[in-house]
């Protein structure tokens, strides 16, 4: 079994615990609602993804965000048969530093068998801000797409 199969589990375990910890011990505002976002902050998903004929998904769109103290991720996901499961396209470094970027996601869905046509898309910027020496997760801006997948 390749390493990176091995560790994807152990990492997502290992940070899942981190997160159980930190809302344990968290103030109730260390990450607030997405609705209360800055005005200067924000993210767009484009109205059009491609799906490759190995099944690779590539979204993208734009962000603007400000007054990041830790790493920012630009992370999204998708849905089609259901709505109710979201599958995880990538993810992304993002600069924080009030100007409006471009950000591009590309992965595999390995549980679906994804078809061009309509999809819906969420995608969020979200930092890793430290709090008491903590990484906690503050999400800075959430957008939410319906979208159409085209043959890549």
Known sequence: MP?????RPALAAALGSVALLCAAVAPVTAAPDPASAAPTESITVDPTGS????GTVTLSGTYTCTGATGP???SS???????????????????CDGAKHNWKNTGKVTTEKLKPGAA???ATILELRPLGGLPLPFIHAVAEQDITLVKA
């Open 51 to 54: 799906l490759a004929s190995d």
């Open 3 to 7: 390493v990176a199969t091995l560790v």
């Open 72 to 74: 920012v991720f630009i």
């Open 77 to 95: 996901s998708i849905s089609q048969q259901s709505p109710n499961l979201h599958h995880g396209i990538g993810g992304s470094k993002a600069v």
């Open 120 to 122: 819906h898309v969420e």
